[in-house]
């Protein structure tokens, strides 16, 4: 089991409730927490030797303990608009400064620290406490969005989760403003935003159809007399449910299908029904039969090139949630409201959907998936394999990194299982530092196409020289573009930095984790020498040809690292 997080609450306020719930919240991944000493923000914050250089910090203040013109503001005088900025500004830089030296950060929105009617009618007004507070926020997001490994988190939410958030005489008793709900709630939304910015999230939803999707037995009901839209209370929370998986398909989440249904019948709703908002194309896949639940879950999610840690299901059938949980432990299971009407509030509360950044490969994820198919229908009718290949006209397009790719990079390493060398989990900051900080470090981001459309940035291969040799450090590639022989593609690439630099060898020394098997017998049939513990060698002298097949756009170059991109 890895070590857990090291967690520094910084506020000004008594947080030590807060570290303590962060501590024991058993869900992954493990924390140990601590407080920072009360009243000390500024003083951490520019303290240089107040973290170690893997702290996580959660950053919560009162916005009057923190900006003296808010406060002002509350003690009913004049606030100066520009000097208010400026503090803001001032906070804001401080708290970069100090996040260079975490590893991440996550700074909780101002929220009114107690209960004030304010200027009452004008609260809303230029002077009025809540217009001063919401433009405070917004100033203080636009501020450190700019910063890498930095995010806000919305406090509201914590004091929602409490009939009664604030206590006064806690207040006057330990100088802790909230009360044990809200601290609660705040220490369950850092454990998820950690999960998030480590690339934890779950990346597909599995979802039921006959009372779930929509209302009714489609093969007894037929489709035309399911409950789903129209002037029918039931079938309106239905299609709020449908809409609210067509969001997550816009964020780039899959949604896929499994149902014991016939699947022409079921697949005719889908198509037919006029009020169906989840159409074909918002699958990425399906398993519409007679089938075990379970079973089906693990055939689409291997067809998918998934991994279960990967899947949520969502069933109304208590007895379909039980087998899949208890078959299929890795998938997450919630359990599921009786009434429909709760359907799409259940899912919009899940927090394993949450991104710490979407790119444009997963906005276009379910289209990439629906191509997929089509390529896949596109190999039966092919004579061989080498003819498939060849009639996708595969292109790739091997460049540095930068600004615009830069998330997606780190996405795809810490989120890629299956084809990943060494399995190296990082941040954009970290990756920065890895780059610049060694001599002959390079990193190539492989983005690939087809006649069938655009699969986007798949790929990392990185490389550092050591002595005489180029060694391959990160070597990633998405599932999505597995098959195609990108992967000795990639290859190609670090072999032809070893030929640029003069290197007699190039090295990949494979690391085992209980997912990336897969990388393991890729590396076993490459064609490089294994010199044993699982350290596999090729003399650059030879050349590592580049598939017939695949064209290749290659503007990586020598020592182009990332300073303009963080």
Same mark, same amino acid.
């Not at 950060?105 to 230029?126: C, E, I, M, Q, Y």
């Not at 809200?182 to 979802?207: E, H, I, M, P, Y």
């Not at 035309?224 to 398909?249: C, I, W």
């Given at each position: 089991?890895?070590k857990?997080?090291?967690v520094?609450v910084?506020?000004d ?8 719930y962060?501590?024991?919240?058993r ?7 601590t407080?920072?000493? /009360?009243g000390?923000?500024?003083? !951490? ?13 959660l950053?919560w203040?009162?916005p009057?303990?923190?900006?003296p ?11 100066e608009?520009d000097?208010? #900025?400026?503090?803001?500004d001032? +906070?804001?830089?401080?708290?970069k400064r ?9 700074v909780?929105?101002?929220a009114? %620290? ?7 009618l004008l609260n ?20 450190l969005?700019?910063?890498a ?5 919305d406090?509201?939410r914590?004091?929602?989760? =409490?009939?009664?958030?604030?206590d *006064?005489?806690?207040? /006057?008793?330990?100088k ?8 609660k709630?705040?220490a369950? @939304?850092?454990k ?10 779950r ?9 779930t999707?929509w209302?009714?037995? !489609?093969g007894?009901?037929?489709?035309e007399?399911l409950?789903l839209?129209?002037?029918?209370h ?7 449910f ?8 816009? &964020? ?5 299908v499994v ?8 697949l005719?709703?889908?198509? $037919?029904?006029?009020?169906?908002i989840? *159409?074909?194309d918002d699958?990425?896949?399906? &398993?519409?039969?007679?089938?075990? $639940? ?6 689409? !999610?291997?067809?998918?090139?998934l991994?279960?840690? =990967?899947?949520?299901?969502?069933? #109304?059938n ?7 949980r208890e ?5 997450l299971?919630p359990?599921?409201p009786?009434d429909p009407? $709760? /359907? ?6 899940? @927090?394993? +959907?949450? *991104?710490?950044?979407?790119t444009s490969? #997963? ?6 998936? !629906?191509?997929?198919?089509e390529?896949?229908?596109?190999l039966?009718?092919?004579?061989s394999?080498d003819?498939?290949?060849? =009639?996708? #006209? ?22 890629t299982?299956?084809?990943?060398? *060494?399995?190296r989990?990082?941040t ?13 470090r ?6 690939v ?13 990185s490389?550092e020289q ?17 098959g ?20 007699? %060898?190039?090295i ?8 990336n ?8 049939? =490459? ?5 044993? @513990?699982?350290?596999f ?6 050349? /590592?040809p ?6 290749l ?9 990332l300073?303009?991109?963080?």
């Amino acid at each position: 089991m890895s070590k857990p997080h090291n967690v520094s609450v910084v506020s000004d306020f008594n947080a030590e409730l807060v570290a303590r719930y962060i501590s024991a919240d058993r869900s992954m991944p493990a924390c140990a927490a601590t407080s920072a000493p /009360y009243g000390q923000v500024f003083q !951490v914050l520019s303290n240089e030797e107040a973290v170690a250089p893997d702290t996580v910090a959660l950053i919560w203040t009162r916005p009057e303990g923190v900006i003296p013109e808010y406060a002002k503001l509350l003690a009913g005088q004049q606030a100066e608009p520009d000097r208010l #900025d400026a503090e803001i500004d001032a +906070f804001a830089a401080m708290i970069k400064r100090f996040a260079s030296r975490c590893k991440y950060v996550f700074v909780a929105s101002w929220a009114p %620290t107690f209960h004030d009617r304010g200027l009452g009618l004008l609260n809303w007004g230029k002077q009025g406490a809540a217009r001063q507070l919401a433009r405070m926020n917004l100033r203080l997001a636009e501020q450190l969005g700019e910063a890498a490994d930095v995010f806000m988190l919305d406090s509201q939410r914590w004091i929602d989760a =409490s009939d009664n958030p604030r206590d *006064r005489k806690s207040w /006057y008793l330990a100088k802790a403003p909230f009360t044990e709900k809200v601290c609660k709630a705040a220490a369950a @939304d850092l454990k998820s935003a950690l999960r998030t910015a480590s690339g934890q999230n779950r990346k597909l939803v599995v979802v039921d159809l006959d009372d779930t999707m929509w209302g009714g037995i !489609v093969g007894d009901d037929g489709w035309e007399n399911l409950r789903l839209g129209g002037h029918d209370h039931v079938g309106e929370a239905y299609s709020e449910f449908q809409s609210v998986l067509k969001t997550l398909v816009n &964020r780039g989440i899959a949604i896929a299908v499994v149902s014991k249904n016939d699947e022409a019948v079921a697949l005719e709703a889908i198509t $037919k029904h006029p009020e169906m908002i989840i *159409r074909k194309d918002d699958l990425a896949a399906w &398993r519409i039969n007679w089938k075990d $639940k379970a079973q089906n879950i693990a055939e689409l !999610v291997e067809e998918l090139n998934l991994g279960l840690q =990967s899947t949520v299901f969502i069933d #109304d059938n208590p007895i379909e949630r039980g087998r899949v949980r208890e078959a299929l432990p890795e998938v997450l299971v919630p359990e599921w409201p009786s009434d429909p009407s $709760k /359907y799409a509030d259940a899912l919009r509360q899940l @927090d394993c +959907f949450d *991104r710490a950044s979407v790119t444009s490969e #997963d906005r276009e994820r379910t289209r990439m998936y !629906v191509q997929e198919r089509e390529r896949r229908e596109s190999l039966t009718v092919a004579s061989s394999l080498d003819d498939w290949h060849s =009639s996708l #006209d595969v292109r790739v397009h091997a460049g540095p990194v930068s600004a615009s790719n830069v998330k997606r990079i780190v996405q795809l390493m810490n989120k890629t299982n299956q084809l990943n060398l *060494r399995t190296r989990r990082t941040t954009e900051k970290e990756l920065h530092q890895w780059l610049e900080s060694g001599t002959n470090r390079n990193l190539a981001a492989v983005t690939v196409s087809d006649r069938f459309g655009d699969l986007g940035l798949t790929g990392i291969v990185s490389w550092e020289q050591v002595g005489e040799a180029i060694e391959i450090v990160d070597y990633v590639l998405s599932c999505r573009a597995m098959g195609r022989q990108v992967e000795q593609l990639m290859v190609h690439l670090a072999v032809q930095a070893a030929s640029r630099a003069g290197c007699d %060898t190039v090295i990949a020394r494979f690391i085992p984790t209980a997912k990336n098997r897969p990388c393991l017998e890729f590396w076993q049939n =490459s064609g490089f020498s294994d010199s044993g @513990d699982n350290v596999f060698v090729w003399k650059a002298a030879s050349d /590592y040809p580049k598939p017939a097949f695949i064209t290749l756009e290659n503007d990586v170059e020598p020592a182009r690292h990332l300073a303009a991109a963080i």
